[in-house]
């Protein structure tokens, strides 16, 4: 038994046929550079997502970027983003001059805390870039009345993600990434709807705003060689945009798995104690990009090193919450500034969970957990 934090073998095996056709026929026309496969899937994932523009691009990084870049944020600008997240989230904010204004995480959701975002609006600030962290969305209902009463866009960073769906207090339901101005994904393999090398995409309901992405994207030109604004190279293979293409079709029977195998990890640890099991917010689905369990009284590393010694991988993210990074220290933002980030990043710890998770395997892993907490 080899457990995976995420089995990539295992699911190409199940749609091997379809996807090595579906390769070939890019082989075939060897269009790899914007070939017809990259329009089929964006109009693909814009149906499955509901929204009106799906602007492919080269990665979930380039994706974010691309988003403040197509909003005119210009220097010195300050955008609000979560402490708890991928570096990539901020990077881009800083790439641009842009200032980004760390706010703390809701314990038991990992995601922004939206009580906290008003206190740091200032005069400067031009967005909020929520990450919908782990697979489950940040509560968007509060988050858009504030960005609307302050005028603020609103750019949701749905890498780990995609497909899950938010409801509003009214009862309208909307995909992650499609709620504010732009949402922003990742293909890379290991998302949740992944390709075999890097991928992106925004999400945009507003046509004009899409085509100022899709020009941005492409050197910031319309036609070619009229370079109308400074942009930048961002394209999806054809090559990648065939696989996703495929893939797309089993995305919400994936989330589905993901969600088995959380609803076991709940049943199979629910008497442990010692360890918090991720709460499920009632205006969210959760697509389980992460089953990310707390392990309190300091015993995090520990466990995680039992499970090692058990041949059971297991990950942190994050080490290290973005203030404390050296690449984002500031005046008077030391330790103790987000205790509930910094809590998390000394508490959290991610199990595999993947589609091609098998019953024994899940069940040697929560033996192993008790085992550790009845030592
Ligand atoms: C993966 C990820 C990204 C970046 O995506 P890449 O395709 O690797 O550039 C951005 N934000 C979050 C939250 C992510 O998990």
Known sequence: MKIAMVDLHGQYERIREEINNAIQEVLDSTAFINGPQVKTFAQHLAEYNQVEHVIPCANGTDALQIA?????????????????????TAEVIALLRLEPIFVD?????FTIDVTKIEEKITSRTKAIVPVHLY???????PLMDIARRHKLYVVEDTAQAIGATYTFSNGVAQKAGCIGDIGTTSFFPSKNLGCYGDGGALFIRDYELAERARMIANHGQKIKYHHRVVGCNSRLDTLQAAILDVKLKYLDEYSATRNEVAARYDKGLAAVKGIILPQRADNSTHVFHQYTIQVGNHLRDELKSFLAEHDIPSMIYYPIPLHL?????KEGQGKGTFPIAEQLSEEVLSLPIHTEMKMEEQEYIIKQIHAFFNR
């Open 325 to 329: 990074q050296e690449a984002y220290a």
């Open 68 to 88: 403040l870049m197509a909003l005119g944020l210009q220097p010195g600008d300050e955008v609000i983003v979560p402490v708890h997240t991928y570096v990539a």
């Open 135 to 141: 697979g489950q969305c940040a509560d968007m209902e």
């Open 105 to 109: 995480c809701v314990a038991d959701r």
